[in-house]
């Protein structure tokens, strides 16, 4: 079993940065890949960035060169920063763990963009 909790949202303005984590507890995070979804209102849950078990990183079209995803074992923590802040980046951001059928979602932050 494995708990995520998220933090780090809030309000930015446009070309702004943001940087959210997200916190896990339970044993063997360093075997989950870990990414980040997010939803804008009325949307469906999209892929943000993932990261594997080895380290290896995978990024929407939408944020490439923008955002940056990494994680670390020891802390149990997989990061999210966010550069060059648009509007349209405006969502709930989820992160999630996998490995098999294991899955897990944490309760998610707000991340607004906005002046």
């Known amino acids: 079993q494995v708990q995520l909790v998220e933090s780090g949202g809030g309000l930015v303005q446009p070309g702004g940065s943001l940087r959210i984590s997200c916190a896990a507890s339970g044993s063997l995070f360093n075997i989950y890949a870990m990414r980040w979804y997010r939803q804008a209102p009325g949307k469906q849950r999209d892929l943000v960035a993932s990261i594997t078990d080895l380290g290896r990183t995978d990024y929407a079209d939408s944020v490439k060169g923008r955002f940056t995803i990494s994680r670390d074992n020891n802390k149990r923590t997989v990061d999210l920063q966010m550069n060059s802040l648009k509007s349209e980046d405006t969502a709930v951001y989820y992160c999630?763990?996998?490995?098999?059928?294991?899955?897990?979602w944490g309760q998610g932050t707000q991340v607004t963009v906005s002046s």
């Open positions: 999630n763990a996998n490995y098999g059928k294991n899955n897990y």
